[in-house]
């Protein structure tokens, strides 16, 4: 696709459940971010894709979440035993390279959780 | 002390008026500097980078950089009802892998 393509758009489901999140990136871009936005607040850092690795995964806020790009395009956010304060959009954004040069990440639409 | 600040807003404008959207940051070691918009339920979209001192217009935007102050400031000339947007102050750090950091935002309403 042209943009960077986010499933599922809505997620609802109950405290303690496993999700997943995937976000397929712009064709040819080797970043890959993951942000988590709140109400009211702006993106929150998650963690850092450098083609396959995880160059940056300090966003991450405990061991609960984590996040695979196993072929270097498609990534996944992974969130165990979901607690209510992780309800926020989760959002995912790539670039041609370190955003840091150019600045520009190019975001999808986001995904919706919310844990009831 | 967060390290981009932002007041939330709202800022109402009329419409053909000047909006000042303003933004600090605690990082000295900053280097570069960007304007998101992001318009209700969708996702941020770059406008402006800005990474010397001074103004960079592009359009009805401009941005302006005082890294001794550590401040940067978004001017949207000619309001627009279109422009009603939240807008984010991103900024590379200097230490860690240089991911942009996002502060809160500013809720720009402009009312005909």
């Known amino acids: 696709g042209a943009g960077v393509s986010q499933t599922p758009s809505n997620k609802v489901t109950e405290k303690g459940k496993y999700v997943e999140l995937r976000c397929d990136p712009i064709?040819?871009?080797?970043?890959l971010y993951w942000y988590r936005q709140s109400l009211g607040q702006g993106p929150e850092f998650l963690i850092y894709?450098?083609?396959?690795?995880?160059?940056?995964d300090s966003g991450l806020p405990n061991d609960r979440f984590f996040a695979v790009r196993p072929e270097g395009s498609v990534s996944t956010l992974k969130i165990q035993r979901t607690e209510r304060g992780d309800s926020a959009v989760y959002l995912c954004?790539?670039?041609?390279?370190?955003?840091?040069?150019?600045?520009?990440?190019?975001f999808g639409e986001g995904s919706r959780l919310t844990v009831l | 002390q967060k390290e981009v600040e932002q007041n939330s807003g709202p800022l109402s404008v009329p419409e053909g008026a000047i909006a000042s959207l303003n933004c600090t940051y605690s990082?000295?070691?900053?280097?570069?500097f960007f304007w998101y918009r992001q318009y209700s339920g969708k996702s941020p979209e770059l406008i402006m980078s800005?990474?010397?001192?001074g103004d960079k217009e592009d359009g009805r935007f401009t941005a302006q950089l005082n890294k001794a102050s550590q401040y940067v400031s978004l001017l949207i000339r000619d309001s627009q009802p279109s422009d009603s947007a939240t807008y984010l102050c991103?900024?590379?750090?200097?230490?860690?892998?240089?991911?942009?950091?996002f502060g809160r935002g500013t809720s720009l309403i402009v009312h005909p």
């Open positions: 954004a790539s670039s041609p390279i370190l955003a840091g040069a150019s600045g520009e990440l190019f």
């Open positions: 064709s040819g871009h080797t970043a």
């Open positions: 894709f450098q083609g396959t690795g995880a160059a940056d």
């Open positions: 990082d000295r070691g900053s280097q570069s």
């Open positions: 800005i990474y010397s001192n």
């Open positions: 991103a900024v590379r750090l200097s230490g860690g892998s240089y991911i942009p950091t």
